[in-house]
């Protein structure tokens, strides 16, 4: 079943009481941006305050550095004035569960979701699957504060990235709504 119409019906009650979010400027007006993970029991607008027009939110699977959220966040600051990063990856993230081999076998089997077992995922799809050259970096991570880490240092050695821009490194914590700070991150982070 399509989620189509309750998104659209959803959207229609939104867009009566847009108010004056109109006028709303292009920049963040709270000159910051994020990057977390798409998990879905994360909102960043609610776990870090955000209304609409305060800061940029880039998420991908993991709130991973990749390539393409690198391009964001350059765009963030040269275009759009932001002065401020965080890097927040989460507890019980889905990118923990499997390795590039694992998520490599299951689409070279099918391109059907596969099924999550006792012992990992597991492909109940019907062939073909993908070609043998459909190669992704996948970016899975086996321990929070080093993936943390690594994307601060990532983003902070990136020569695009100037050093006067603080990246803070945070896990939030899915089990209780808390950020808890990465002090290894952060100080990788800090602005030189
Ligand atoms: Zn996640």
């Known amino acids: 079943m399509s989620v189509l119409t309750e998104v659209l019906s959803a959207n ?11 006028a709303l400027a292009l920049p963040p007006a709270r000159g910051f941006a994020i990057l977390t993970c798409m998990d879905a029991r994360l909102d960043p607008a609610k776990y870090a305050g955000l209304s609409e027009g305060d800061a940029h939110v ?36 889905g990118m923990e569960f499997f390795t590039d081999d694992v998520i490599r076998g299951l689409l070279a089997s099918s391109l059907e979701t596969a099924a999550l077992g006792s012992d990992g995922f597991t492909d109940v799809g019907e062939g073909p699957g993908a070609r043998e050259g459909d190669y992704i970096d996948w970016l899975t991570i086996s321990d929070q504060v080093e993936s943390v880490t690594e994307d601060v240092r990532r983003i902070r050695e990136h020569p695009l990235v100037p050093g006067r821009i603080p990246i803070h490194g945070y896990i939030y914590a899915v ?15 800090a602005a030189r």
């Open 58 to 93: 880039i998420r991908n699977a993991g709130g991973r550095a990749s390539d393409d959220a690198i391009r964001s966040l350059v765009i963030s600051y040269k275009l759009l004035g932001t002065k401020e990063w965080f890097v927040i990856h989460h507890s019980d993230c």
């Open 175 to 189: 089990s209780t709504g808390r950020l808890i700070e990465v002090p290894e991150a952060t100080e990788v982070g």
């Open 12 to 22: 229609e009650a939104y867009a009566e009481s847009f108010g004056d979010k109109a």
